[in-house]
Each structure stands twice: as C-alpha cells, then as structure tokens.
C-alpha cells in the first residue's frame, strides 16, 4: 500500500464548478499535511497546509480527518488558471516528507 | 532572485554512467532535500541533508548518494544509472524546524539516461 493515496485523476470541470480531491495516508502518526499545486513542467509549490479543524483560503477548503486519515481540498468557482495537478504531502514525523502521485485538474471554458 | 537554483537544467547521460546534481538552497535556508519525480508521477523522497549530514533517507539504493556543504548547498550523486532513473529532479530547501511548511522548490534538473 502507498503512503498516500490520491483520487486518480483527470478531472474535468467547466469553470464556475465545484471539485473536490481526496486523499489518504497510511502512517497514522503522520504529524503534518499539506496540498501543494504543480503546474505543467514546474516545480511544486504550497497551496495551503491542512489542519484537524478545516481551514479556508479563498475559494479553496481543505479538512483533515485524523481518525479516517483522510484528507480533502474543495476548490468552489473553479478557475481556468485552476487547471494544475494537486498534490497531497504528509509529513510523517521525522524529516521525512512524503507526496501523492497527484490529481490533475483540467478547468475548461 | 534567492530562490532554490539548481544546475543544470537538462543532461543527458548514458546507462552505467555517473551524475552530479547540484542545489544552491534559498537565502536563509539551512536545510536541503532531494525529490526523484518521474514523468505523471508525484515527487518520491530520496533524502535530507541538515549540518552536512544525511538525516533521513527514503527507499533509494545506495547508487543515489549526497553531501551538503558549510554553504548548506547540497550536490546529488547517481552511480551506475539505469534507464529508470530518468526523471525530474528536485530540490527542496527550507530552514530547521519548518518542514514542508517553508518549503522553497528549485526548477528541477531533468535528468535522461539512454
């Protein structure tokens, strides 16, 4: 089983859309969690880190469930500048910091 | 620009050769970690290097091996490459103590072994 697991993608969405990713991570004494976006043929970079209690920024959600160790970003009014594939992170204690394969998002006109 | 710079861009390299990638972390940054990403897939783990020590490594063979200067600049090193080892290339350079929180992400080297 991998660390952490992602929706498979691609997803899809007209713009003004709902989505939401999911994602679930193996070590339950993972300490930290983040959604970081890459956009084609770039490096990755931080989206927003993800709390117990849910956090917002902007039009983007993100919820972390410790007991199901599972994790979701909901991005409302989806964006054409949206499209990008969205990676989970899990710190899992150490110095050890581990990526999902990602979720690629296509928003379209 | 003190961003993460990482040299050089692109390299082609033949099967069995040997490489050196090379990381400049961003100003104020001590730490320096290495990311293997092939192509569709997320970044993998390959090590961290802090104090010019290796302080945690990921599922990579002894071929994949490192070192950080008193600079906090860091090189990569592969031995032996295989065509599996083509992809992009990370560094991630942050400060002690901020994990993926202060992440900084270099450009990538795209390493091709033919």
């Known amino acids: 089983r991998k660390e952490v697991e992602q929706d498979p993608g691609p997803f899809n969405v007209p713009e003004g859309a709902t989505v939401a990713f999911n994602c679930t991570y193996s070590n339950s004494a993972s300490q930290s969690f983040f959604w970081y976006r890459q956009d084609c043929r770039k490096e990755p970079k931080l989206l927003m880190s993800v709390y117990s209690s849910g956090n917002e920024d902007g039009r983007f959600t993100a919820q972390l469930n410790r007991a199901s160790q599972y994790i979701s970003l909901l991005i409302r009014d989806s964006k054409l500048s949206d499209s990008a594939t969205y990676l989970c992170v899990v710190n899992t204690g150490g110095f050890k910091t581990i990526f999902g394969a990602g979720t690629r998002l296509f928003v379209k006109a | 620009d003190a961003g993460v710079t990482q040299s050089p861009t692109h390299l082609i390299k033949t099967r069995g050769q040997q490489v050196t990638l090379r990381c400049s972390p961003k100003s104020g940054h001590d730490t320096v970690s290495w990311y293997q990403q092939a192509l569709g897939q997320g970044p993998q783990f390959i090590f961290q290097y802090y104090e010019e020590e290796e302080r945690q490594r990921g599922n990579f063979p002894d071929r994949f091996s490192g070192h950080q200067f008193p600079n906090y600049s860091s090189e990569l090193n592969v031995n032996a490459l295989l065509l599996g080892d083509s992809a992009l290339y990370l560094c991630?350079?942050?400060?002690?103590?901020?994990?993926?929180?202060?992440?900084?992400f270099g450009s990538g080297t795209r390493l091709t072994v033919v």
């Open positions: 991630a350079s942050s400060s002690a103590g901020t994990g993926p929180y202060g992440y900084t």
